[in-house]
């Protein structure tokens, strides 16, 4: 009898123990439960705030990207009228045509004996890609102009911080190119340099 006692003690002692311990596992995995939705509400703010810096970001690129382009535009209208005879210069030219669109930094033209439109494509940093991004707007200058399209066209890079190479690459290319100099926009193409023609 004592040993059913104390077995049955021991029971509802174990019992109680168990219990309370799910009792504590119960609290503890509410608790997790709750820290997980304020850990996934912190996430979705830091996300959301990431975005937001984003496009920030972008925004300043933009604006940084105009300020470079009107910084280069005053130079750029007097080598066009100087070095090449440009009568009409334009700057942030954009056309859309068939759903696409092409953007042009300065857009200069001459009739007469010159009949030539110049295209430049302004960068603050000029990558690589630039050299490309400009040959792709030449290859469908009169497609999207066919105003111009007994014009020859020629294309211009400038730029102020150039990556390593990217300025022969683009002469390479038939490009002229254009650095800045103290605080105005020079070409930077050797004399005698051919300019490609499309």
């Not at 311990?21 to 609290?27: N, V």
């Not at 470079?68 to 100087?82: D, K, N, Q, V």
């Not at 033209?109 to 630039?130: C, N, P």
């Not at 014009?151 to 990217?166: Q, S, Y």
Request: aromatic share 8%; hydrophobic share 40%; no cysteine.
């Amino acid at each position: 009898l004592s040993l059913l006692r104390e077995t049955s003690h021991l029971i509802k002692e174990q019992s109680r123990e168990f219990d309370r311990r799910l009792k504590e596992t119960d609290r503890q995995m509410k608790e997790n439960a709750l820290e997980f939705k304020e850990t996934d509400l912190r996430f979705k703010e830091t996300d959301r705030q990431i975005k937001e810096l984003g496009r920030q970001i972008g925004g300043l690129g933009d604006k940084f990207g105009y300020f470079t382009e009107g910084m280069a535009l005053p130079s750029m209208e007097r080598i066009l009228m100087e070095r090449f005879g440009m009568t009409t210069i334009m700057p942030r030219v954009r056309t859309r045509k068939n759903g696409e669109e092409i953007q042009i930094d300065v857009l200069a033209y001459a009739d007469g004996a010159i009949d030539l439109a110049v295209v430049v494509e302004v960068k603050s940093r000029v990558k690589r890609d630039a050299v490309e991004q400009l040959r792709k707007v030449m290859v469908r200058f009169h497609e999207f102009y066919p105003e111009y399209r007994d014009k020859a066209v020629m294309g211009i890079l400038a730029g102020i911080d150039w990556d390593r190479g990217v300025a022969e690459e683009a002469r390479e290319a038939g490009f002229p190119t254009a650095s800045i100099r103290g605080d105005m926009f020079e070409l930077t193409t050797p004399e005698g340099f051919e300019a490609r023609k499309w």
